[in-house]
Antibody, heavy 117, light 113 residues
Framework: QVQLQESGPGLVKPSQTLSLTCTVS??????????WSWIRQPAGKGLEWIGQ???????NYNPSLKSRVSMSVETSKNQFSLKLTSVTAADTAVYYC?????????WGQGTLVTVSS | DIVMSQSPDSLAVSLGERATINCKSS????????????LAWYQQKPGQPPKLLIY???TRESGVPDRFSGSGSGTDFTLTISSLQAEDVAVYYC?????????FGQGTEVEIK
C-alpha cells in the first residue's frame, strides 16, 4: 500500500522560497500508476490544487500559482518535490502531497507551513 | 476554471437520518470518452487529510460503507449518507477532475442534531 510523507521547513520568511519533499513508500514512484500532486489548505478553509507531475516529468500547474511553482521527481530517492517562490502570508497553509489515479488517494498527513518573519 | 458550488454550507442531522449534500459545477464534467462524470467526493475529519469516498460520481471507494452513495450527472451531483452515524461528523468536499485546474467545492460541514 502506497504511503506518502511530507517534509520540509515549517516556517518560511516572506519573499523566500517554500520547498517541500514528499517521500513515497510501499511502491516505486516510477510505476506510472499515479500522477503526483500537491494540494494545500489554509487553516479553517477549503482545498486548493497546486499542481501535478507525472513520472515522465510532465507537469500541470494551477494558473493562479503557475508563475511561482515548480515540481520535480527524483526516482532514485522515490521522492517528488514542490517549490513555491516569493511567498507571502497568503501561502500559509497545510500542504499535502497526494497520489492521483482516479481521484486523490493516497494522501500524506500534511505539513503546516507558516510564512512569517 | 470550473467552479464547484456546494449546498448547504452546513447541516445538522439526527443519528440514523439521511444527510444530503449537493454539488453543482459551472460547466458539464461529463467525460464523453467514457460517458463518466469526473466527480469525486471526500470526507475530512479534524486534523486529518481528506479521504476519498466516491469517484466517477457514483463509484464507492473500496472499504467505504454502503450508507455513502453518490449520484448525478452533467453539472448536478449529490452525496447521500443514508443513515448518519456519529463517525460521519466531518466536512465533505466535491472535486472535479475533468480539467485543470482541478477544483473543489467549498465544503459542507455535517454535524449531529
Amino acid at each position: 500500500q502506497v504511503q506518502l510523507q511530507e517534509s520540509g521547513p515549517g516556517l518560511v520568511k516572506p519573499s523566500q522560497t517554500l520547498s517541500l519533499t514528499c517521500t513515497v513508500s510501499g511502491g516505486p514512484i516510477s510505476s506510472g500508476r499515479y500522477y503526483w500532486s500537491w494540494i494545500r489548505q489554509p487553516a479553517g478553509k477549503g482545498l486548493e490544487w497546486i499542481g501535478q507531475i507525472y513520472i515522465s516529468g510532465g507537469t500541470n500547474y494551477n494558473p493562479s500559482l503557475k508563475s511561482r511553482v515548480s515540481m520535480s521527481v527524483e526516482t532514485s530517492k522515490n521522492q517528488f518535490s514542490l517549490k513555491l517562490t516569493s511567498v507571502t502570508a497568503a501561502d500559509t497553509a497545510v500542504y499535502y502531497c497526494v497520489g492521483e489515479e482516479i481521484g486523490f488517494d493516497p494522501w500524506g498527513q500534511g505539513t503546516l507551513v507558516t510564512v512569517s518573519s | 476554471d470550473i467552479v464547484m458550488s456546494q449546498s448547504p454550507d452546513s447541516l445538522a442531522v439526527s443519528l440514523g437520518e439521511r444527510a444530503t449534500i449537493n454539488c453543482k459545477s459551472s460547466q458539464s464534467i461529463l467525460n464523453s470518452s467514457n460517458n463518466k462524470n469526473n466527480l469525486a467526493w471526500y470526507q475530512q475529519k479534524p486534523g486529518q487529510p481528506p479521504k476519498l469516498l466516491i469517484y466517477w460520481a457514483s463509484t464507492r471507494e473500496s472499504g467505504v460503507p454502503d450508507r455513502f452513495s453518490g449520484s448525478g450527472s452533467g453539472t448536478d451531483f449529490t452525496l447521500t449518507i443514508s443513515s448518519l452515524q456519529a463517525e460521519d461528523v466531518a466536512v465533505y468536499y466535491c472535486h472535479q477532475y475533468y480539467t485543470t485546474p482541478q477544483t473543489f467545492g467549498q465544503g459542507t460541514e455535517v454535524e449531529i442534531k
